[in-house]
Protein backbone atom coordinates (compact mmCIF):
# COMPACT_ATOMS: atom_id res chain seq x y z
CA UNK A 1 0.00 0.00 0.00
CA UNK A 2 1.43 3.44 -1.48
CA UNK A 3 1.12 6.20 1.08
CA UNK A 4 2.52 9.81 -0.09
CA UNK A 5 0.99 13.27 0.06
CA UNK A 6 -1.44 13.46 -2.78
CA UNK A 7 0.02 16.66 -5.20
CA UNK A 8 -0.20 17.23 -8.75
CA UNK A 9 3.45 15.90 -8.75
CA UNK A 10 2.60 12.13 -6.90
CA UNK A 11 -0.41 12.18 -9.49
CA UNK A 12 1.47 12.94 -12.64
CA UNK A 13 4.34 9.88 -11.15
CA UNK A 14 1.72 7.11 -10.80
CA UNK A 15 2.29 4.34 -13.36
CA UNK A 16 -0.14 1.95 -14.56
CA UNK A 17 0.48 -1.80 -14.07
CA UNK A 18 -0.98 -5.43 -14.06
CA UNK A 19 -3.67 -4.29 -11.17
CA UNK A 20 -5.16 -1.67 -9.68
CA UNK A 21 -3.26 0.74 -7.20
CA UNK A 22 -3.21 2.99 -4.93
CA UNK A 23 -2.10 5.69 -2.88
CA UNK A 24 -3.70 6.85 0.04
CA UNK A 25 -2.79 10.45 1.35
CA UNK A 26 -0.30 10.79 4.15
CA UNK A 27 -2.22 14.17 5.50
CA UNK A 28 -5.73 13.46 4.95
CA UNK A 29 -7.02 9.84 6.63
CA UNK A 30 -8.99 7.50 3.67
CA UNK A 31 -8.11 9.80 0.82
CA UNK A 32 -6.66 8.31 -1.30
CA UNK A 33 -5.67 8.03 -5.56
CA UNK A 34 -6.76 5.11 -7.35
CA UNK A 35 -4.78 4.29 -10.96
CA UNK A 36 -6.12 1.52 -13.36
CA UNK A 37 -4.41 -1.13 -15.34
CA UNK A 38 -5.86 1.58 -18.30
CA UNK A 39 -4.08 4.12 -16.66
CA UNK A 40 -7.06 5.80 -15.85
CA UNK A 41 -7.34 7.83 -11.99
CA UNK A 42 -10.07 8.50 -9.69
CA UNK A 43 -10.03 9.91 -6.24
CA UNK A 44 -11.63 7.81 -3.76
CA UNK A 45 -12.52 8.19 0.00
CA UNK A 46 -12.44 4.65 2.70
CA UNK A 47 -14.18 5.37 5.97
CA UNK A 48 -16.59 3.76 8.68
CA UNK A 49 -19.88 4.30 9.85
CA UNK A 50 -19.23 3.81 13.29
CA UNK A 51 -16.33 2.02 14.97
CA UNK A 52 -13.56 -0.23 14.16
CA UNK A 53 -16.60 -3.42 14.20
CA UNK A 54 -17.66 -1.31 11.19
CA UNK A 55 -16.95 -2.12 8.09
CA UNK A 56 -14.48 -0.74 5.86
CA UNK A 57 -16.48 1.76 2.70
CA UNK A 58 -15.11 3.11 -0.24
CA UNK A 59 -16.53 5.88 -2.07
CA UNK A 60 -15.91 7.38 -5.59
CA UNK A 61 -15.28 11.28 -5.70
CA UNK A 62 -14.35 11.34 -9.29
CA UNK A 63 -11.70 11.20 -11.56
CA UNK A 64 -8.83 12.75 -12.04
CA UNK A 65 -9.39 15.81 -14.53
CA UNK A 66 -11.45 18.96 -14.39
CA UNK A 67 -13.40 19.24 -11.59
CA UNK A 68 -11.26 16.67 -10.08
CA UNK A 69 -7.72 17.85 -9.06
CA UNK A 70 -5.73 16.68 -5.84
CA UNK A 71 -7.23 19.92 -4.42
CA UNK A 72 -10.62 20.19 -5.46
CA UNK A 73 -10.95 16.20 -4.66
CA UNK A 74 -8.93 17.16 -0.86
CA UNK A 75 -11.63 19.80 -0.53
CA UNK A 76 -14.06 16.99 -1.22
CA UNK A 77 -13.10 14.29 0.68
CA UNK A 78 -13.02 16.76 3.81
CA UNK A 79 -16.83 17.47 3.25
CA UNK A 80 -17.66 14.10 3.18
CA UNK A 81 -15.41 13.11 6.53
CA UNK A 82 -17.57 16.61 7.91
CA UNK A 83 -21.04 14.67 6.87
CA UNK A 84 -19.36 10.99 8.27
CA UNK A 85 -18.96 12.71 11.66
CA UNK A 86 -22.54 13.74 11.64
CA UNK A 87 -23.69 9.82 10.81
CA UNK A 88 -24.43 10.92 7.06
CA UNK A 89 -23.24 7.97 5.11
CA UNK A 90 -21.90 10.07 2.17
CA UNK A 91 -23.23 7.08 0.15
CA UNK A 92 -26.20 6.93 0.69
CA UNK A 93 -26.22 10.52 0.48
CA UNK A 94 -25.17 10.56 -2.86
CA UNK A 95 -27.72 8.34 -4.03
CA UNK A 96 -30.33 9.86 -2.39
CA UNK A 97 -29.47 13.74 -4.35
CA UNK A 98 -28.49 11.60 -7.45
CA UNK A 99 -32.64 10.25 -6.99
CA UNK A 100 -33.49 13.76 -6.33
CA UNK A 101 -32.08 15.58 -9.41
CA UNK A 102 -33.14 12.93 -11.80
CA UNK A 103 -36.46 10.67 -10.31
CA UNK A 104 -37.77 13.44 -7.83
CA UNK A 105 -37.46 16.18 -9.70
CA UNK A 106 -41.08 17.74 -10.20
CA UNK A 107 -41.03 17.71 -14.25
CA UNK A 108 -40.18 13.98 -13.88
CA UNK A 109 -42.37 12.96 -11.17
CA UNK A 110 -45.63 15.04 -12.14
CA UNK A 111 -45.20 13.09 -15.56
CA UNK A 112 -45.09 9.46 -13.34
CA UNK A 113 -48.17 10.69 -12.17
CA UNK A 114 -50.04 11.95 -14.98
CA UNK A 115 -49.23 8.64 -16.59
CA UNK A 116 -50.83 6.72 -13.25
CA UNK A 117 -53.94 8.71 -13.86
CA UNK A 118 -57.10 6.97 -14.75
CA UNK A 119 -60.14 7.92 -16.48
CA UNK A 120 -59.58 9.90 -19.73
CA UNK A 121 -61.52 13.44 -18.32
CA UNK A 122 -59.09 13.18 -15.40
CA UNK A 123 -56.09 12.06 -17.33
CA UNK A 124 -56.54 14.81 -19.80
CA UNK A 125 -57.05 17.54 -16.82
CA UNK A 126 -53.93 16.61 -15.15
CA UNK A 127 -51.79 16.73 -17.57
CA UNK A 128 -53.43 20.07 -18.51
CA UNK A 129 -52.82 21.48 -15.28
CA UNK A 130 -48.95 20.12 -14.81
CA UNK A 131 -48.25 21.90 -18.38
CA UNK A 132 -50.17 25.09 -18.13
CA UNK A 133 -49.52 25.79 -14.58
CA UNK A 134 -47.50 23.70 -12.56
CA UNK A 135 -43.87 23.02 -14.34
CA UNK A 136 -44.03 26.60 -15.22
CA UNK A 137 -43.63 27.45 -11.36
CA UNK A 138 -42.22 24.43 -9.68
CA UNK A 139 -39.36 23.10 -12.50
CA UNK A 140 -37.49 20.79 -11.90
CA UNK A 141 -37.37 21.14 -8.02
CA UNK A 142 -37.02 17.75 -6.41
CA UNK A 143 -40.17 16.77 -4.75
CA UNK A 144 -38.68 16.73 -1.21
CA UNK A 145 -37.67 20.51 -1.40
CA UNK A 146 -41.51 21.65 -2.66
CA UNK A 147 -42.61 24.10 0.46
CA UNK A 148 -45.93 25.25 0.89
CA UNK A 149 -45.07 28.98 -0.63
CA UNK A 150 -44.26 27.00 -3.68
CA UNK A 151 -47.74 25.73 -4.06
CA UNK A 152 -49.02 29.32 -2.88
CA UNK A 153 -46.92 30.71 -6.04
CA UNK A 154 -49.03 28.29 -8.38
CA UNK A 155 -52.05 29.57 -7.36
CA UNK A 156 -50.64 33.24 -6.99
CA UNK A 157 -49.86 33.20 -10.70
CA UNK A 158 -53.33 32.38 -11.95
CA UNK A 159 -55.62 34.78 -12.81
CA UNK A 160 -57.59 36.04 -10.20
CA UNK A 161 -60.47 35.36 -12.35
CA UNK A 162 -60.20 31.50 -13.17
CA UNK A 163 -61.99 30.61 -9.86
CA UNK A 164 -63.25 27.08 -11.20
CA UNK A 165 -59.82 26.42 -12.53
CA UNK A 166 -58.09 27.47 -9.03
CA UNK A 167 -59.89 24.41 -7.60
CA UNK A 168 -59.19 22.16 -10.32
CA UNK A 169 -55.16 23.13 -10.04
CA UNK A 170 -55.22 22.44 -6.13
CA UNK A 171 -57.28 19.22 -6.91
CA UNK A 172 -54.35 18.17 -9.25
CA UNK A 173 -51.63 19.52 -6.79
CA UNK A 174 -53.14 17.56 -3.61
CA UNK A 175 -53.48 14.02 -5.72
CA UNK A 176 -50.00 14.34 -6.46
CA UNK A 177 -48.60 15.18 -3.36
CA UNK A 178 -50.84 12.45 -1.51
CA UNK A 179 -49.59 9.55 -4.59
CA UNK A 180 -46.28 10.84 -3.71
CA UNK A 181 -47.05 10.19 -0.01
CA UNK A 182 -48.77 6.80 -0.50
CA UNK A 183 -45.49 5.90 -2.81
CA UNK A 184 -43.22 7.04 0.62
CA UNK A 185 -41.29 9.40 -1.88
CA UNK A 186 -41.62 11.73 0.24
CA UNK A 187 -42.83 11.89 4.37
CA UNK A 188 -46.08 14.69 3.89
CA UNK A 189 -47.05 16.60 1.77
CA UNK A 190 -46.70 20.84 1.42
CA UNK A 191 -50.43 20.77 1.33
CA UNK A 192 -51.17 20.15 4.62
CA UNK A 193 -53.72 22.49 6.62
CA UNK A 194 -53.97 24.27 3.29
CA UNK A 195 -57.95 25.35 2.60
CA UNK A 196 -59.81 24.65 -0.52
CA UNK A 197 -60.06 27.68 -2.46
CA UNK A 198 -63.73 28.66 -2.49
CA UNK A 199 -65.89 26.95 -4.82
CA UNK A 200 -67.78 28.54 -8.16
CA UNK A 201 -71.48 29.60 -7.63
CA UNK A 202 -73.55 26.79 -9.34
CA UNK A 203 -74.19 27.45 -12.68
CA UNK A 204 -78.18 27.46 -13.24
CA UNK A 205 -77.71 28.49 -17.03
CA UNK A 206 -80.82 26.04 -18.84
CA UNK A 207 -81.86 27.07 -22.91
CA UNK A 208 -85.32 27.97 -22.67
CA UNK A 209 -87.26 26.28 -26.02
CA UNK A 210 -86.82 28.86 -27.93
CA UNK A 211 -82.71 29.27 -27.49
CA UNK A 212 -82.58 25.39 -27.97
CA UNK A 213 -84.27 25.99 -31.40
CA UNK A 214 -82.01 28.71 -32.44
CA UNK A 215 -78.96 26.73 -31.61
CA UNK A 216 -80.16 23.45 -32.98
CA UNK A 217 -80.91 25.15 -36.14
CA UNK A 218 -77.75 27.30 -36.49
CA UNK A 219 -75.55 24.12 -35.76
CA UNK A 220 -75.15 23.02 -39.35
CA UNK A 221 -73.35 26.72 -40.08
CA UNK A 222 -70.82 25.32 -38.35
CA UNK A 223 -67.98 23.60 -38.65
CA UNK A 224 -68.85 20.02 -39.99
CA UNK A 225 -67.99 17.61 -36.89
CA UNK A 226 -68.76 20.70 -34.43
CA UNK A 227 -72.25 20.94 -35.58
CA UNK A 228 -73.37 16.93 -35.62
CA UNK A 229 -71.77 17.13 -32.01
CA UNK A 230 -73.80 19.89 -30.76
CA UNK A 231 -77.01 18.21 -32.20
CA UNK A 232 -75.71 15.09 -30.19
CA UNK A 233 -75.35 16.99 -26.99
CA UNK A 234 -79.09 18.50 -26.79
CA UNK A 235 -80.75 14.53 -28.05
CA UNK A 236 -78.30 12.61 -25.79
CA UNK A 237 -77.56 14.90 -22.53
CA UNK A 238 -73.45 13.65 -22.96
CA UNK A 239 -70.91 14.66 -22.07
CA UNK A 240 -69.10 16.79 -24.90
CA UNK A 241 -65.82 14.58 -24.61
CA UNK A 242 -67.66 11.65 -25.02
CA UNK A 243 -69.75 12.92 -27.73
CA UNK A 244 -67.20 13.95 -29.73
CA UNK A 245 -65.21 10.94 -28.79
CA UNK A 246 -67.52 8.40 -29.88
CA UNK A 247 -66.72 5.42 -32.09
CA UNK A 248 -68.69 3.69 -34.43
CA UNK A 249 -67.94 0.29 -32.28
CA UNK A 250 -69.89 1.58 -29.25
CA UNK A 251 -73.06 1.90 -31.59
CA UNK A 252 -75.79 -0.55 -32.19
CA UNK A 253 -78.64 0.55 -34.78
CA UNK A 254 -80.57 -2.52 -34.75
CA UNK A 255 -80.45 -1.87 -30.63
CA UNK A 256 -80.75 1.90 -30.96
CA UNK A 257 -78.27 1.83 -27.78
CA UNK A 258 -74.73 3.61 -27.47
CA UNK A 259 -72.88 1.98 -24.80
CA UNK A 260 -70.07 3.98 -23.43
CA UNK A 261 -67.35 2.43 -21.81
CA UNK A 262 -66.10 3.35 -18.33
CA UNK A 263 -62.65 4.48 -20.22
CA UNK A 264 -64.15 7.14 -21.93
CA UNK A 265 -66.34 8.80 -19.26
CA UNK A 266 -65.50 11.26 -16.55
CA UNK A 267 -66.29 9.21 -13.39
CA UNK A 268 -64.84 5.88 -14.69
CA UNK A 269 -68.22 4.13 -14.47
CA UNK A 270 -69.47 2.61 -17.90
CA UNK A 271 -72.80 4.21 -19.22
CA UNK A 272 -75.44 3.01 -22.02
CA UNK A 273 -77.62 5.39 -23.54
CA UNK A 274 -80.94 4.68 -25.41
CA UNK A 275 -80.93 6.45 -28.80
CA UNK A 276 -83.67 8.31 -30.11
CA UNK A 277 -85.22 9.16 -33.58
CA UNK A 278 -82.96 12.78 -33.68
CA UNK A 279 -79.83 10.81 -32.11
CA UNK A 280 -80.52 7.76 -34.93
CA UNK A 281 -81.06 10.61 -37.43
CA UNK A 282 -77.61 12.63 -37.11
CA UNK A 283 -75.58 9.22 -36.84
CA UNK A 284 -77.20 7.86 -40.26
CA UNK A 285 -75.97 11.23 -41.90
CA UNK A 286 -72.75 10.84 -40.59
CA UNK A 287 -72.53 7.25 -41.62
CA UNK A 288 -74.19 8.21 -45.36
CA UNK A 289 -77.26 5.94 -44.65
CA UNK A 290 -78.56 3.18 -42.17
CA UNK A 291 -75.77 1.21 -42.46
CA UNK A 292 -73.29 2.14 -40.04
CA UNK A 293 -69.69 1.53 -40.12
CA UNK A 294 -68.15 -1.61 -37.74
CA UNK A 295 -65.60 0.94 -36.27
CA UNK A 296 -63.60 4.08 -36.20
CA UNK A 297 -63.69 7.12 -35.09
CA UNK A 298 -67.26 9.46 -35.98
CA UNK A 299 -66.00 12.68 -35.49
CA UNK A 300 -62.39 13.18 -37.45
CA UNK A 301 -60.53 16.05 -38.16
CA UNK A 302 -58.90 15.96 -41.82
CA UNK A 303 -55.86 14.62 -39.88
CA UNK A 304 -57.59 12.06 -38.59
CA UNK A 305 -57.30 13.24 -34.94
CA UNK A 306 -60.21 13.78 -32.89
CA UNK A 307 -62.23 16.88 -33.03
CA UNK A 308 -61.28 19.25 -30.24
CA UNK A 309 -61.71 23.22 -32.07
CA UNK A 310 -64.97 23.79 -29.27
CA UNK A 311 -64.33 27.29 -28.61
CA UNK A 312 -63.93 28.21 -32.54
CA UNK A 313 -67.14 26.08 -33.27
CA UNK A 314 -68.77 27.78 -30.13
CA UNK A 315 -67.74 30.90 -31.20
CA UNK A 316 -69.29 30.53 -34.65
CA UNK A 317 -72.52 29.06 -33.57
CA UNK A 318 -73.19 32.18 -31.16
CA UNK A 319 -72.64 34.39 -34.45
CA UNK A 320 -75.01 32.90 -36.46
CA UNK A 321 -77.80 32.77 -33.83
CA UNK A 322 -76.79 36.64 -33.30
CA UNK A 323 -77.35 37.30 -36.98
CA UNK A 324 -80.27 34.68 -37.17
CA UNK A 325 -81.97 36.64 -34.74
CA UNK A 326 -80.30 39.98 -34.64
CA UNK A 327 -79.34 39.92 -30.93
CA UNK A 328 -76.68 37.59 -29.00
CA UNK A 329 -78.26 34.24 -26.35
CA UNK A 330 -77.85 35.04 -22.99
CA UNK A 331 -74.13 33.84 -22.12
CA UNK A 332 -74.09 30.47 -22.17
CA UNK A 333 -71.78 27.28 -22.50
CA UNK A 334 -72.42 23.62 -23.96
CA UNK A 335 -72.30 21.86 -20.76
CA UNK A 336 -75.64 23.71 -20.44
CA UNK A 337 -77.21 21.55 -22.76
CA UNK A 338 -77.34 18.79 -19.77
CA UNK A 339 -78.92 21.36 -17.21
CA UNK A 340 -81.20 21.63 -20.01
CA UNK A 341 -81.78 18.45 -20.59
CA UNK A 342 -82.44 17.24 -16.94
CA UNK A 343 -84.33 20.15 -16.39
CA UNK A 344 -86.74 19.39 -18.82
CA UNK A 345 -86.73 15.96 -17.55
CA UNK A 346 -87.92 17.42 -14.55
CA UNK A 347 -90.64 19.07 -16.42
CA UNK A 348 -91.24 15.97 -18.46
CA UNK A 349 -92.01 13.91 -15.19
CA UNK A 350 -89.47 11.67 -15.37
CA UNK A 351 -88.15 10.00 -12.27
CA UNK A 352 -84.81 11.54 -10.34
CA UNK A 353 -82.94 8.04 -10.45
CA UNK A 354 -83.58 8.07 -14.32
CA UNK A 355 -82.18 11.32 -14.75
CA UNK A 356 -79.52 10.59 -12.60
CA UNK A 357 -78.66 7.03 -14.76
CA UNK A 358 -79.19 8.78 -18.04
CA UNK A 359 -76.35 11.48 -17.15
CA UNK A 360 -74.03 8.92 -15.74
CA UNK A 361 -73.80 11.37 -12.23
CA UNK A 362 -72.53 8.60 -9.25
CA UNK A 363 -74.16 10.73 -6.75
CA UNK A 364 -77.89 11.00 -4.83
CA UNK A 365 -79.77 8.18 -5.60
CA UNK A 366 -76.73 6.21 -7.04
CA UNK A 367 -74.40 6.99 -4.36
CA UNK A 368 -72.92 5.12 -0.48
CA UNK A 369 -74.73 2.17 0.07
CA UNK A 370 -77.89 2.49 -2.26
CA UNK A 371 -75.02 2.65 -5.17
CA UNK A 372 -73.15 -0.67 -3.95
CA UNK A 373 -76.62 -2.46 -3.89
CA UNK A 374 -79.19 -0.62 -6.43
CA UNK A 375 -77.83 -2.54 -9.04
CA UNK A 376 -81.18 -1.79 -11.64
CA UNK A 377 -79.53 -0.24 -14.99
CA UNK A 378 -83.13 1.55 -15.48
CA UNK A 379 -82.39 0.33 -19.28
CA UNK A 380 -86.02 0.74 -20.33
CA UNK A 381 -86.85 4.16 -18.07
CA UNK A 382 -84.02 5.90 -19.73
CA UNK A 383 -85.04 4.95 -23.42
CA UNK A 384 -88.75 6.56 -22.44
CA UNK A 385 -87.28 9.54 -20.92
CA UNK A 386 -85.00 9.86 -23.98
CA UNK A 387 -88.22 8.92 -26.20
CA UNK A 388 -90.25 11.73 -24.22
CA UNK A 389 -87.31 14.10 -24.68
CA UNK A 390 -87.35 13.75 -28.29
CA UNK A 391 -90.70 14.11 -28.73
CA UNK A 392 -90.88 17.16 -26.63
CA UNK A 393 -87.55 18.07 -29.18
CA UNK A 394 -89.44 17.68 -32.48
CA UNK A 395 -92.46 19.58 -30.42
CA UNK A 396 -89.86 22.75 -30.16
CA UNK A 397 -88.32 22.19 -33.35
CA UNK A 398 -91.55 22.81 -35.29
CA UNK A 399 -92.64 25.54 -33.59
CA UNK A 400 -92.62 28.61 -34.92
CA UNK A 401 -89.94 31.10 -34.10
CA UNK A 402 -91.36 33.78 -32.58
CA UNK A 403 -93.09 30.87 -29.81
CA UNK A 404 -91.39 32.08 -26.63
CA UNK A 405 -91.53 28.59 -23.62
CA UNK A 406 -93.49 30.32 -20.68
CA UNK A 407 -90.68 28.57 -18.25
CA UNK A 408 -86.64 28.84 -18.14
CA UNK A 409 -83.77 30.93 -16.48
CA UNK A 410 -82.37 34.08 -17.32
CA UNK A 411 -79.79 33.12 -15.22
CA UNK A 412 -75.87 33.25 -16.71
CA UNK A 413 -74.42 31.31 -13.44
CA UNK A 414 -70.46 31.36 -12.95
Known sequence: MATGKITKKSIDALEPSSASQLLWDTDLKGFGAKITPAGSISYVLQFRMGGREARTRRYTIGPHGSPWTPTTARAEAERLQLLIAQGIDPVDDDKRRRRESIDLAFDNYASHFARSCKGVGWARLVERVIRLYLEPV??????????????????????EEQVANRRNVF????????????????????????????????RDRWLKDNELRLVWNAAPQCHPCF??????????????????????????????????????????????IPLNDLAIAELDRQARGDI?????????????????????????????????????????????????????????????????????????????????????DWKDEKREALDDWNRHLEQILSAPDSLESESGSNSTGG
Open 138 to 159: IGKKPLPQISRSDIVAVLDNMP
Open 171 to 202: AVMRRLFRWAVSRGDIERSPMEGMETPPPVKP
Open 227 to 272: GPIVHLLIATGQRREEVSGMHWQELDRSERLWTLPGSRTKNGEPNS
Open 292 to 376: WPRKGRIFATSTGAGFTGYAKGKKTLDSAIEAEQGDPLPAWRLHDLRRTLATNFQRLGVRFEVTEAVLNHVGGSRAGVAGVYQRH
